[in-house]
Each structure stands twice: as structure tokens, then as C-alpha cells.
């Protein structure tokens, strides 16, 4: 079955960090760029870390820049986001996401919740 699977989600208090992981199988991940997309109660989905399937080219969203690091390990068929300094305004639920010019993958995604 093709698929990807998150984990690493929680809650966690601000200031703190989580790191969330997302496996792929079925298939590799060396030839999809890959990214991390979260969705708040109420709003639209957005973009948060991506990396080109080289790994040579990363960008972040101004709201996570500095504070959030995306990485790839083909080796593993994984991705993983570590984000620090979390905030309230970071809570959502995250999914990871798997793509080139013929195939789109989505996770189901895993919420992360930061309160006090």
C-alpha cells in the first residue's frame, strides 16, 4: 500500500519542542520533493518547511522560520520536522506530503497542540 504515516504529535507547552517523523512505504522518497503542512481549526491549509528532492533546496514559512528544521533521510524513507520554540499559534494538525510531476502523496495527519 502506498502511503505515508506521521508521527510525533502531542501537547506540549510553549516555549517547548516536538519533532514529528512521517514514513514513507510503498515507496521511495528519493525522487519526491517533500513537505509539511499544517491546518488550524477554522482556517486554510498552509505550507510550513519543504525540501527539493535533492535536498539541496529548502524554504520555510516566515511564521516557522528559525524556529522549525526540515530534513530527508532516503535511507530510512523519512522525513522528519523538528520544531522549537513553539507556539500557541502553531497548534493544527500537520501533514506530511510527497510529490513529483506524477504522483501526489498526503498523510493523514497528526495534531500538535501547544497551550499552557
Known amino acids: 500500500q502506498l502511503q505515508l504515516v506521521e508521527s510525533g504529535g502531542g501537547s506540549v507547552q510553549p516555549g517547548g519542542s516536538l519533532r514529528l517523523s512521517c514514513t514513507a512505504s510503498?515507496?521511495?522518497?528519493?525522487?519526491?520533493?517533500i513537505g509539511w503542512f499544517r491546518q488550524a481549526p477554522g482556517k486554510e491549509r498552509e505550507g510550513v518547511a519543504c525540501?527539493?528532492?535533492?535536498?539541496?533546496?529548502?524554504d520555510y514559512a516566515d511564521s516557522v522560520r528559525g524556529r522549525f528544521i526540515i530534513s530527508r533521510d532516503n535511507a530510512k524513507n523519512t522525513m522528519n520536522l523538528q520544531m522549537n520554540s513553539l507556539k500557541p499559534e502553531d497548534t493544527a494538525v500537520y501533514y506530511c506530503n510527497a510529490e513529483n510531476s506524477r504522483r501526489d502523496y498526503w498523510g493523514h495527519g497528526t495534531q500538535v497542540t501547544v497551550s499552557s
Open positions: 510503498g515507496f521511495t522518497l528519493d525522487y519526491y520533493a
Open positions: 525540501i527539493s528532492s535533492t535536498g539541496r533546496s529548502i
